[in-house]
């Protein structure tokens, strides 16, 4: 800088110039707009121009020598005509070597003024850049003191730096924006590290150029020292910028200075000048070039200080690498002293590492030995490669167990050995595992021949390579006979149906070649005696060092299985009995004639025949005698069919007949006709004479026929039907078939209990029982209630689904569900039930399942209920219906404590002659002759009688259907006890009632 000072100081300080600077050969290398304006020329035509180029030519030869002596003296000063774009007009010029701190030459810097200077030329230089070159300097020199002194780069603050590098450089500079930009590892993008906009004082970094958008301006930045243009638009090197960024940004002039650590350009500074076109001065220049190599020699030394970690790091690491590995090792330079070791080389030889680092551990390790053999000794390798094994008593060995050593001569980037590394390796587990594969082998050839699966090897030319006893045996070759053989020709690959399968189509061809694996369900192998055998079998491709060589076939003979899958098929889909279809199967072949009906539009007849009288004889004559009937009746039948009908046996005396392609009408003549063959059979066992007769269910499948569950359901309810009426009848399905409908209603409640009992889709509700006099308050009654929860979550009063438990036998499956749930309910709510009394109605079948009195008791006991909060209440019909076993059931019960109550008393005409045999504690007068007590005189009388009667045998009455006032005030003046209706309360919810 001070050198810049000396030619500014011969100068006056308001005069304008021009400024450049040369390399040692005198090429101009940066210079100022003014020297571009004077001489015409373009930055592609001055630079690497030498500056005598540029005189007229009488005077070169002496500006020539004088810039010569320029190199013993420092400075040159002379005058000469300079080219210009006006003409040839004399310049004062005036050149300063440059020198580094060291002395060493850097170039040269030159100014040159015209000897006449135009005053308006003067004038339009203070106007474009005020301030005096001494007060420039002056400030550029505090920047870079600023700069060298701050503490960021101490404190390894890149960030810190750029931003206290931008913004005194642009205060320095009189810049509105000063941009850091730095290229990524693989110098095809430069991104923006800061950007400091001196205006609003912000800094800034999401800008990135792409090398390829903008290959001049990169060009110019590996070329040049500096780029200055006062005028960026029509820069040659700026231009590509002009619409994307100069002019949106209002930026008229721009300097550039790229940043270079060993020649190469890492990046760029950028300074941009708005609202105006600048003309940068060639100290300027120089300032921004300083700014430059400042920036870049301090992100060389941040760099350098990161390798330092990052070395000191894998140095680091390196050592736990050393230490992690199983094996002894170390390594000695060509002196063979000590460089380093792992922590296993000072365990075996018990050296400590302070004493022996960097010292000849000849003469520790074995000293005699060590040092008498040439073949062993370090300095004796240290120039060549080997591998020794060692046994444990050999004399160099000091690991204490077989080693093997290898040693490797480390060498530096140009080839030359500086180190030997000794890695010993204990063979101890090698040596266990070459036992140990030597055992696996013999263990693996036992199972190959062990296994019932044949195994063949074969080469790339499908020549047999080694092979299994059960290929062998399977095969029916030997081992030699199959040994290095083609495959292919022994055993001919052919396909189910029986054609052989062409060489270059066979799988274990097909595998070498495509190197994949297949596996095959079902092909033929031939033997060596020519038969045909049926195997399963898959091939894989084998490989050596990740070369393929060869194939590996692994098969099993599946002929028995075949046979046997078969006999599986036939004994799934047919009855064992009577070999006919089962159900399952016809259900299938059901299924197929519906399809046909609903696409074809065809007709078919499902026949269901039940056999009439038949449980008779299996219980007459046994079943063996029933099952021996059963095969002649169906041999019988079957005489009589069609080919196309299908005849089934769906379980026990039930068959099933399927009529193709026949119609009810047609289907009548045929069923009349097995009528009479059925009761024309006779069947004669232990010279007792049996017949049978059958009752047939007939419904037509159509395209209008649901589905195959529906249509079975049809079948086996018309059958009934033609039993109920009085069996070996033929009822064909009527659309409008009432009776037929309500059974097959009833069929369909069936699943639905079914599905509630199993989803747990029934639902407790209760209803108060009052106390009409006072002498009956002492506890609260309430009648359990049964309601189901259908699918779509609507509640079902139970007359609508009891019908069809009772005539299916699920009564008793409903009343153990309330029974466990009611005493469940109870045990959750021990302190309301205190005083509660809760009446749960039982069925007629329950009382007839000889189980549930046990589990009644079972459930009482295990939900720890009091039995006096019990009260049961049966039917007066059910009761009736089987009176000793009701009897024992009430008995049992009472006896611990239970009460019971006869419902719909009144309801029978022998109400009062069976009373006095059933030990019960209430009667519930029946609801129809309760309603009318008001209005209807028999009715009161009747009600009056019954609780008379109660009275008499101290038995309490229960009155039902209470539903007015008026009831209430009739059953009060006859002296019924309690009263049961919805004029006393309607049923709720048994969680949610409030007692």
């Not at 810097?109 to 200077?117: D, L, Y």
């Not at 309603?931 to 009667?949: G, L, P, Q, W, Y």
Request: net charge negative; proline share 2%; hydrophobic share 40%.
């Amino acid at each position: 800088m001070t050198q810049i000072v000396r030619i500014a100081n011969s100068m006056s300080p308001n005069q304008a110039g021009l400024y450049f600077n040369l390399d040692f050969d005198g090429r101009l290398l940066q210079w100022n707009i003014e020297f571009e304006r004077t001489t015409g020329k373009v930055p592609g035509e001055l630079a690497g121009k030498k500056i005598i180029e540029l005189l007229v030519d009488k005077d070169r030869k002496k500006a020539e020598q004088v810039i010569a002596e320029g190199f013993r003296q420092g400075l040159v000063d002379f005058s000469a005509r300079l080219l210009t774009c006006g003409g040839a007009v004399k310049h004062k010029f005036k050149i300063l070597v440059n020198l580094d701190d060291d002395g060493r030459y850097r170039g040269m810097t030159g100014v040159a003024q015209p000897e006449k200077f135009k005053a308006s030329f003067v004038e339009r230089r203070k106007m474009a850049q005020p301030g005096s070159l001494e007060q420039r300097l002056k400030e550029q020199q505090t920047a870079l003191h600023h700069l060298a002194n701050q503490d960021h780069f101490a404190e390894n603050d890149m960030g810190a730096l750029f931003h206290f590098t931008t913004e005194t450089v642009a205060r320095t500079l009189g810049v509105e924006r000063v941009s850091v930009w730095l290229f990524d590892e693989t110098h095809s993008k430069l991104s923006c590290v800061d950007l400091y906009e001196y205006s609003s004082h912000k800094h800034s970094q999401d800008l990135a150029l792409l090398v390829k958008s903008y290959p001049v301006y990169f060009q110019a930045l590996e070329e040049n020292r500096c780029i200055s243009a006062t005028d960026a638009h029509k820069d040659p090197r700026l231009s590509e910028f002009t619409e994307s960024y100069l002019q949106p940004l209002n930026i008229f002039s721009r300097l550039d200075t790229p940043l270079r650590i060993c020649g190469k350009v890492i990046g760029v500074i950028s300074y941009e000048y708005t609202n105006d076109n600048r003309i940068w001065h060639l100290d300027e220049e120089s300032f921004a070039a300083a700014i430059a190599d400042h920036v870049a020699l301090l992100i060389e030394v941040f760099e350098h200080r990161e390798a330092k970690v990052v070395l000191e790091k894998t140095s680091a690491e390196w050592e736990v690498a050393l230490n992690a590995v199983d094996d002894t090792l170390f390594i000695v330079d060509l002196d063979d002293r000590l460089l380093r070791a792992n922590k296993n080389f000072y365990e075996a030889t018990q050296l400590d590492p302070c004493a022996i680092n960097h010292q000849d551990i000849s003469r520790f390790l074995h000293p005699e030995s060590w040092v008498s053999t040439a073949d062993i000794t370090p300095g004796a390798l240290n120039h060549r490669e080997v591998t020794v094994f060692m046994d444990v008593d050999d004399p160099y060995n000091f690991i204490g167990a077989p080693v093997e050593l290898e040693v490797r001569v480390i060498r530096d980037d140009n080839d030359k050995p500086n180190a030997v590394l000794y890695y010993f390796r204990d063979l101890t587990r090698i040596r266990e595992a070459e036992d140990s594969y030597h055992k696996l082998h013999e263990h693996i050839n036992v199972l190959l021949d062990s296994t019932r699966e044949g195994i063949i090897g074969v080469d790339m030319q499908m020549c047999c390579t080694f092979l299994n006893r059960a290929a062998t045996d399977i095969l029916g070759y030997d081992s030699e006979d199959l040994h290095c053989q083609d495959i292919y020709e022994l055993i001919h690959h052919s396909n189910e149906q029986g054609f052989q399968i062409e060489r270059d189509k066979s799988r274990i061809f097909r595998s070498i070649k495509e190197q994949r694996g297949f596996h095959i369900n079902k092909e033929n192998f031939c033997t060596k005696k020519g038969y045909c055998i049926q195997v399963e079998y898959s091939v894989n491709p084998m490989y050596e060092k990740g070369k393929i060589n060869g194939a590996v076939v692994v098969f099993r003979n599946i002929s028995d299985a075949l046979a046997m899958e078969s006999q599986m098929d036939y004994i799934a889909t047919h009855d064992t009995l009577t070999g006919l279809v089962n159900r399952y199967e016809f259900e299938q072949i059901l299924s197929q004639a519906l399809a046909t009906a609903k696409q074809y539009k065809d007709e078919h007849v499902l026949c269901y025949m039940d056999l009439d009288q038949f449980k008779i004889i299996n219980d007459t004559c046994g079943h063996i005698t029933g099952d021996e009937l059963l095969k002649e009746l169906t041999q019988l039948l079957k005489q009589d069919l069609r080919q196309d009908d299908v005849l089934a046996r769906l379980g026990g005396d039930e068959f099933g007949l399927l009529l193709n392609n026949c119609n009810p009408q047609q289907a009548q003549r045929v069923l009349e006709k097995l009528q009479k063959v059925i009761k024309a059979f006779r069947f004669i066992r232990d010279g007792k004479q049996m017949t049978v007769g059958v009752s047939i269910g007939v419904v037509a499948i159509t395209e209008q026929s649901q589905d195959t569950a529906t249509i079975l359901s049809l079948a086996d309810s018309a059958c009934f039907l033609a039993k109920e009426e009085g069996r070996n009848r033929i009822h064909l399905y009527h659309k409008h078939d009432e009776d037929l409908a309500q059974r097959h209603g009833e069929m369909q409640w069936v699943s639905r209990i079914h599905n509630a009992l199993e989803n747990d889709r029934l639902q407790l509700y209760c209803q108060p029982i009052e106390a009409i006099n006072l002498r009956n308050q002492d506890h609260k009654h309430i009648e359990i209630l049964l309601r189901m929860v259908d699918e779509q979550g609507l509640i079902i009063s139970p007359e609508t689904f009891i019908p069809a438990a009772e005539r299916y036998n699920l009564m008793s499956d409903i009343d153990r569900w309330v029974i466990k749930n009611t005493f469940g309910w109870m045990h959750r709510n021990a302190d309301v039930t205190q005083n509660l009394m809760c009446s749960i109605n039982l069925s007629g079948q329950s009382l007839g399942d000889e189980g549930f009195l046990e589990y009644l008791i079972t459930e009482l006991m295990s939900h720890k209920i009091r039995p006096e909060s019990v009260c049961f209440e049966i039917t007066e019909t059910a009761a009736i219906a089987n009176l000793s076993r009701a009897i024992l059931f009430i008995k049992e019960l009472r006896q611990l404590g239970c009460s019971f109550s006869l419902d719909d008393f009144g309801s029978g005409m022998s109400s009062f002659t069976y009373l006095k045999n059933l030990p019960v504690d209430f009667l519930k007068i029946d609801g129809n002759l309760v309603k009318d007590i008001a209005t209807d005189v028999i009715n009161f009388s009747m009600v009056e009688a019954i609780n008379r009667v109660g009275f008499v045998m101290g038995i309490r009455t229960i009155a039902e259907y209470v539903e007015n006032d008026l009831i209430l005030e009739k059953l009060e003046q006859i002296g019924v006890d309690y009263a049961q209706g919805y004029g006393i309360a309607r049923p709720k919810p048994l969680d949610a009632a409030t007692l």
